[in-house]
């Protein structure tokens, strides 16, 4: 059983032994210690989808879902944006942007994702885009909250 279908089923995951490239990816992806002392983005990623699994069985089966794919998936974006800032040091700018549309794909081919209400996709979506929000909500202006709204950016 894959990552993503054992999310949605709400069983653990195993990224060590994921296949599926947008996850297999998140293996020795370097994360700067001082913000992500668990290790790579696969552990990391582990880490956040137990969290998030914890947190789910209090909400209705679909939020329950969501929430336990975007744990899984909110850094998907990270292997494709992630580059050296100094020694033992990296950043992924826009690894969010890139997760979201990495979340778009992966809705739109894996067979147990397809079978599921467009409310988990959108939220996962929304989840995955603006997971890294939290740390700049005091900066964040109407305009940027009003786009963020949007499930794909209204301008390319």
């Known amino acids: 059983m ?3 279908e054992s999310a949605v089923r709400g069983t653990g995951v ?3 032994l994921e296949s599926r490239p947008e996850l297999a990816q998140l293996r020795g992806c370097p994360q700067t210690p001082a913000f992500h002392a668990e290790g790579d983005v696969a552990e990391h990623s582990r880490w956040v989808y137990d969290l998030t699994a914890e ?3 209090r909400m209705g089966t679909s939020g329950a879902v969501a929430l336990r794919l975007a744990g899984l998936l909110h850094d998907v974006g990270k292997p494709a944006t992630t580059r050296p800032e100094g020694p033992g040091r990296w950043w992924a700018r826009g ?3 890139e997760g979201a549309e990495l979340v778009s794909t992966l809705f739109a081919s ?4 397809l ?7 959108v939220s996962v979506h929304a989840l995955v885009r603006a997971h890294m929000w939290t740390y700049a909500g005091e900066r964040i202006a109407a305009g940027a909250a009003l786009r963020l709204t ?3 950016d209204p301008w390319p």
């Open 110 to 113: 894996h067979p147990v994702l």
């Open 150 to 152: 949007h499930v794909t």
């Open 2 to 4: 894959d990552a993503i």
């Open 14 to 16: 195993d990224l060590a």
């Open 115 to 121: 079978e599921l209400p467009l409310g988990v996709y």
């Open 55 to 57: 947190h789910a069985e």
């Open 95 to 97: 690894h969010d942007l």
